[in-house]
Nanobody, 115 residues
Framework: QVQLMESGGGLVQPGGSLRLSCAAS????????MGWYRQAPGKQRELVAR???????DYGDSVKGRFTISRDNGKNTVYLQMNSLKPEYTALYYC?????????WGPGTQVTVSS
């Protein structure tokens, strides 16, 4: 069984930065693609960023140039560095892992961008 746990969310002012972390436990991790998604109230869940086991990355259009995804396979952890945050980035951020055609999600961490 795979477990994911996000951390690092919080309240930040516009233009500020946050770093999210997602720790994976269970029988995984090294070969599994991972990513971050977000869901704002009344909206669908959308891709923020994803990273392959080899470090290849892909970003949602709205965060390109602002966010950076990375992973530490030795720590079973994926990170999301978020810079130049905007109020419209306020959402619940979820960690995602794909393994053997199964999707795994963390419980989410709230990011609120507000002055």
């Amino acid at each position: 069984q795979v477990q994911l746990m996000e951390s690092g969310g919080g309240l930040v002012q516009p233009g500020g930065s946050l770093r999210l972390s997602c720790a994976a436990s269970g029988r995984v991790f090294i070969l599994a693609p991972m990513g971050w998604y977000r869901q704002a109230p009344g909206k669908q869940r959308e891709l923020v960023a994803r990273i392959t086991s080899c470090g290849g990355t892909d970003y949602g259009d709205s965060v390109k140039g602002r966010f950076t995804i990375s992973r530490d396979n030795g720590k079973n952890t994926v990170y999301l560095q978020m810079n130049s945050l905007k109020p419209e980035y306020t959402a619940l951020y979820y960690c995602h892992l794909l393994l053997a055609a199964m999707n795994y999600w963390g419980p989410g961490t709230q990011v609120t961008v507000s002055s």
